[in-house]
């Protein structure tokens, strides 16, 4: 395991904000939320969830003093605030965007990425200036910068910079970018753009990831310093210390309806399984040890586990456990001290206090689980073509912790993912070129396989494809069952050329 970047931790410790100030949200708003992630993360159910020909109004182009480049600033209402009326605070409901576009295109196509925004990025200047300018200039590819839901013209007059109030306002966030991305990118269809790509840094990466998991058809995706899910940037990352852990737990305990009503709507993983039976076992295996013990035999120790998870009807984990205990440790190590080694392994919070009280451990775990049920990939479909995914990580990364959590290149087969040196902070400042470039590279690959309505130029990866759809649909993923097919791809209507 990589050591994190210090510098990760210096700056958080310096921003005094807090997030999640009001607590997890309204109940009822939640178990709405919760519902509709099972319909959202359905590539197929998503495609009637956006108009195909949702509004998209322009509001103003101009030329920048060079006259090289245009800027065009539009907005459109937000597709989730149709589904679920009433969630979405007034002023996000309206999305804006802004259009970095070529005076004059010097491509036979017109390549076009959408940038969601990372924390804190507010409104588009920071964008605009580090990422879309200088990828116009150098690689001909146009952008368009989403404004994020609580951020910038769509931030609520009680929120504090970009310290979302509730919980339930990064669940808001996410389902209003995953239709918003759709409804841009079949208005680009129809206004002859592509090929696309889809993009943002930390936050912003791993909504470009939600994005492109319900796009039918092939499309790059270049999530920077982003990973699988966002529970542990929450519970384990340096952004764990920005949460209003006390005002969640005061909620917690005083409304009965989060662990009585919504933690039973949550669907825990094999993961969450096999640390409770591993805590268990090792209490089991801690009472049946001699006190003076301070080994424990490699074999023994595996066939205690084997037969105390199939005693459970567990056996499916054993590869996990087995590969999950590091052998160096299982030599030497006591019971007791296999029972510390499990408890380090937990998730812990910014105190990391040794005492956490049950009432503070089950707000934890219910931080996890929500976190994991309306972000985690693997409850999201698999990409039409992962071959067009390219990630890039933070081998220090301090805010987005790795450790423990499923791999990207495993829930999306065929993906690449690239490492720079350094941590969150330092690749940011550091690497923006290197964003940019792959950016472009993605989008070189999207136009050596496909055309651009998205159809194969290889006729043996048109028969493939087809053969793949005569026996399946899409669903969301599924880790145990193989890579998940995907829908037809079908060409978009003939459109005349747009003026823009």
Request: aromatic fraction near 8%; glycine fraction near 6%; charge should be neutral.
């Amino acid at each position: 395991m990589a050591s994190v970047s210090r510098l990760d931790q210096v700056y958080r410790s310096i921003v005094l904000s807090k997030f999640f100030s009001k607590g997890w949200g309204n109940p009822d708003n939640l178990k709405k939320l919760f519902l509709f992630r099972k319909l959202i993360s359905n590539r197929e159910l998503c495609q009637n969830l956006v108009d195909q020909h949702h509004e998209i109004i322009i509001d103003k182009i101009e030329f920048e003093d060079s006259g090289d480049i245009k800027l065009v600033n539009g907005h459109f209402q937000s597709p989730l605030a149709k589904h679920l009326p009433g969630i979405l605070p007034e002023v996000v409901e309206t999305a804006h965007f802004q259009m970095v576009l070529p005076h004059k295109w010097t491509t036979p196509d017109r390549p076009i990425v959408i940038q969601m925004a990372g924390t804190g990025d507010h409104h588009y200047w920071r964008r605009r200036n580090l990422l879309a300018r200088p990828l116009l200039k150098e690689h001909g590819i146009a952008s368009i910068i989403l404004e994020n839901p609580f951020y910038g013209f769509r931030k609520p007059k009680e929120q504090r910079r970009s310290n979302l109030l509730n919980v339930s306002d990064l669940f808001i966030m996410g389902g209003c970018l995953i239709l918003e991305a759709m409804a841009l990118l079949r208005w680009c269809e129809r206004e002859n753009y592509g090929p696309f790509c889809l993009h943002g840094i930390s936050m912003g990466g791993h909504m470009a990831s939600l994005a492109a998991t319900n796009w039918p058809k092939p499309i790059s995706l270049v999530p920077c310093l982003s990973w699988s899910t966002a529970s542990g940037v929450f519970t384990k990352g340096v952004m764990a210390g920005a949460i209003d852990w006390k005002s969640l737990e005061t909620q917690f305990v005083e409304d009965n309806v989060y662990r009585d009503e919504l933690s039973k709507m949550l669907e825990p993983d094999d993961t969450d399984k096999a640390y409770i039976a591993g805590k268990d076992f090792v209490i089991q295996y801690a009472s049946k040890s001699s006190k003076n013990s301070v080994s424990v035999n490699n074999n023994s120790l595996l066939q205690s586990i084997i037969t105390f998870l199939k005693d459970r009807g567990l056996m499916k984990m054993v590869e996990n456990v087995a590969s999950a205990l590091p052998a160096a440790k299982i030599d030497f190590l006591g019971a007791k001290d296999i029972q510390q080694w499990i408890n380090n392994a937990s998730v812990q919070s910014a105190s990391s206090s040794e005492n956490r009280t049950k009432i503070q451990q089950e707000a934890l775990q219910f931080m996890i689980g929500i976190m994991d049920e309306c972000t985690h990939l693997k409850n999201f479909c698999v990409p039409v073509d992962p071959e067009l995914i390219i990630v890039v990580a933070a081998r220090n990364d301090a805010y987005i912790p790795r450790e423990g959590t499923v791999p990207l290149d495993a829930l999306w087969p065929n993906c690449e993912i690239r490492y720079v040196d350094g941590g969150h902070i330092t690749a940011y400042l550091m690497h923006q070129g290197l964003f940019r470039k792959t950016i472009a590279e993605a989008i070189d690959r999207y136009r050596s396989k496909y055309n651009l309505d998205g159809s194969p130029k290889n006729p043996k990866l048109v028969n493939d494809h087809l053969s793949r759809e005569e026996n399946s649909q899409s669903r969301p993923n599924d880790l145990h069952h193989g890579t998940m097919r995907q829908p037809p791809i079908r060409p978009p209507p003939p459109v005349s050329p747009s003026p823009m």
